[in-house]
Structures are given as C-alpha cells and as structure tokens.
C-alpha cells in the first residue's frame, strides 16, 4: 500500500485572465467573500442579502419576472436548472454556432430523450423531437435562420445563446424573440456571456421566456457564488404542470430560498439548500458594483476598449472574426497559422491566461473582462506581441501603438 500523502499548501499565482472567462474578480468582492462572518443560512441579514441580490438582479436585467434568482454553481448549473422544464418527448429547435451553444444542445438532447432514446447513447443521444440547426464557426445566428425554423418545425422549445463564447459571436436576440412570438414558441437562451456586458433589457424580449447566465464573466464574481436566472410566469406555468425530475435544480422549488414562494415575493425565504454566507456577501457585492457604474457606462467601456484591443491586433496582421465586446477571436498572421496551440501555451506559462478555441476550427480568444482601462490592454497588446515575436513572426511596433494611441485619442477612457 503507498504512504498517505499531504501535499505542500496549494499556492495559485496572480495570472492575467485575459480569456472568454472567468473574469478578474473584483478586490471588492473577494473583500466581501472573506470578510463575512459566519453566519448560517437561515440568519436574518443572509436571508436579507439573498432578497436585496434578487431585487438588484431583476434592475440589472431589466425585468419584473418574479422568477428572477441565483443557482448556486457555475454557468451550466444555472442552464440546468433553465432546462429543466424541459422533458422527455418535447419538441425542441436548437440553434448552434459553436462550443457552448453546442453543449446547450446536448443538454438539452439529454432532457428531452425518452427513456429509449437515452439508452440508446446516453452520453450523446439524439432524440426525435430535438432539430439542430448548426450555424457555422464564424457566423451569428439570424432572424431570417430562426424565422425560417421555427415556421417550419413549430416546436414547444427554442433554444440559443445570445453570445457564443466559443466563436465570440453575437446572435440576433430580437429576431429570435420575435420569431418565438410569432410562432408561439418558448425561447430559452444562454446569457452566460452577454449579463454585465451587453446593454439588454430582459423584457424586451418578450419571446424569451427563459434566460440563464454565470457568475465568473460579466458580473466578474467567481469565488464560486451564483449563475443567475430569470423565467417568466408562462415558463413557470409550463414546468408547474410538467414536473420535473429534479429536486435541487427545480426552478420552483430553488426560487424559494429567495423568497419566492408560490408566485409571489414573501418577505423571507424558506430552506431549500445551505447557502454560504460567503457566496452572498460576494454576489451582493458584485451586483452594487455593476449597478453603481451602470449597464449602459458599462457596456460602452467594453465597446470601446474592445475597439482599441482589436485594431492592435488587426495592426499585428492578425484576422478579427469575431463581434463580442468582452473577447476577440483571431486568426493568427498567415506564417504562424497551425501554431495558435503552441502560442496560447506559451503565454499561458507565464501566466498570461488567454485561451484557443475548444472545438474546431482552432483560433486564439483574448477578452477583456473587468480589464477596461488603457494600461490593462496595452499590457495585453504588449505580451501578445512579444508571443508573436517568440516564434519568429513580425511585428511593426510603431504601428501597434499607433493604433492604440488612436483608440484612445478619440474618447477619454474611462
Ligand atoms: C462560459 C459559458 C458557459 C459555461 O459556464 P460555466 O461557468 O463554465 O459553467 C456556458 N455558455 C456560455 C455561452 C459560456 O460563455
């Protein structure tokens, strides 16, 4: 028998997380995290933080659904639980246009699988009543794609993220509701990327009748906390009738540590599971960060530093495709094309945390989450260029910083 083993105390370094997610946690939240006494789940002033964090959620994300809360986990918890209402033999339209997307559509596929149709593959099975429509690596989904779906298979479900983080794309988030209108389909979408970036107001969208996003990328509050969602009254009708086999992740019975009980908001919640006290300073916390810079500021700071980041590297001879304001998806110049592996390694090594595509074709992503000013994205041009250089390709200094200089030349930073 080998010896038990006690290793040395783990020690993570700081890393620059210039990737699609997580993004650079706040000091003040890790402040809040750490500095929460210990309190249990059921005291006041925990119960309170989990009523004032449902409130600031409905504000940031502009809705009245009641059924607005946290999943405790991360993005897919919170997609789990979404899909939840989704069951066995429903007709589902799924539109794909990448990694994560592509991952909702398994998901999805699982839940939606008869007995049979699950056996048959159960780690990739493909049920009858789900169509996927797949969007090619590169492209955003479109009204006219999503219209043309929906008219023809008339499902109960639609489902598609609203930005693809795995080829940094923006879908059409108002074709898509109208389309659901329309044809009197509920939408699901995945807004794992898109809360705490993009200017949205949930109920614009009124073809949207559930939405699910993280903690680790817009609202920067990774010290694992909440995947926020928000369902409508119809979403909550539908899995009220249904079921579904879930205790921990069912919408309706999650909802009511957050003091929403039978449809309606009561003054304190009810135990469903044990919360951590150190989740909801640091969630509460978050959420007051992005509600006091405000959505809109916000979301223009992405804008415009995302701008500045992309001409840097177009100004590298690199090709943008990508359209998100967190993240920008490249090909490498043509000499270093087939290397973005051994590139993204590179910078990773030193702690330079950006990340390549994780399905095919393979690119390299670089994000800007919670890094808006000009110094954060100079050093990101700045190491970036020393890794293109690294394995022997150009770079014409002068031209990069002309670039940047531009950029920031046009608008003070903020
Ligand atoms: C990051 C991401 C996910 C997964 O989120 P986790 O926090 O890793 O669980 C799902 N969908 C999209 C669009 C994402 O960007």
């Known amino acids: ?173 108002a074709g898509f509701s109208a389309a659901c209108e329309k044809h009197d389909v509920m939408g699901l979408v995945d807004a794992v990327s898109s809360l705490g970036v993009a200017d949205f107001r949930i109920d614009d969208f009124p073809g949207v009748h559930g939405w699910a996003s993280c903690p680790q990328k817009g609202i920067c509050c990774l010290p694992l906390t909440y995947a926020p969602v928000s369902l409508s ?64 500021a916000r979301s223009k700071a992405y804008e415009f530093h995302e701008k500045a980041l992309s001409n840097a590297l177009w100004e590298m001879g690199c090709t943008v495709t990508s359209n998100m304001t967190s993240l920008v998806v490249l090909d490498l110049p043509g000499e270093l094309r087939g290397r973005e592996i051994e590139l993204v390694q590179n910078c990773r090594s030193r702690n330079f945390g950006i990340w390549p595509t994780l399905s095919e074709p393979v690119q390299v992503r670089i994000g800007i989450l919670n890094l808006l000013d000009r110094s954060a994205v100079t050093d990101i041009v700045t190491k970036f260029a020393e890794a293109i250089r690294e394995l022997g390709g150009e770079v014409d200094e002068a031209k990069v910083s002309a670039a940047l200089d531009t950029a920031y030349a046009s608008v003070p930073t903020n």
């Not at 370094?13 to 993004?23: L, N, R, V």
């Not at 899909?83 to 033999?89: D, K, L, Q, T």
């Open 1 to 173: 028998m080998s010896q038990p083993q006690i290793f040395p105390k783990l020690i993570i370094p700081e890393t620059i997380a210039a990737g699609p997610g997580p993004g650079n946690t706040d000091q003040r939240v890790l402040a809040a995290f750490a500095q929460a006494g210990l309190a249990d789940h059921m005291h006041a002033d925990v119960l309170r933080g989990m009523i004032e964090s449902k409130l600031m959620l409905r504000t940031l994300w502009g809705t009245d659904n009641l059924y607005t809360f946290g999943v405790a986990g991360t993005g897919w918890s919170g997609l789990d639980a979404m899909f939840s209402a989704v069951m066995p033999g429903d007709k589902v339209v799924v539109f794909a246009n990448g990694t994560f997307s592509g991952i909702d559509g398994l998901t999805v596929r699982m839940k939606a699988a008869t007995s049979d149709e699950l056996a048959v593959d159960s780690l990739n099975p493909m049920p009858a009543s789900v169509v996927t429509i797949d969007v090619p690596h590169g492209s955003s989904v479109s009204a006219e794609v999503v219209e043309a779906a929906l008219a023809d298979h008339k499902p109960k479900w639609a489902v598609m993220a609203h930005w693809e983080t795995g080829s940094g794309r923006i879908n059409d988030i």
């Open 233 to 296: 009254d119809r979403y909550i009708e539908s899995l009220k009738a249904t079921g579904t086999r879930t205790f921990v992740h069912h919408p309706i019975l999650e909802a009511r540590h957050w003091g929403i009980v039978n449809g309606e908001d009561v003054e304190q919640g009810s135990y469903h599971r044990t919360h951590s006290p150190y989740a909801i300073a640091a969630f509460h916390e978050a959420l007051r960060i992005t509600l006091q810079q405000g959505l809109s």
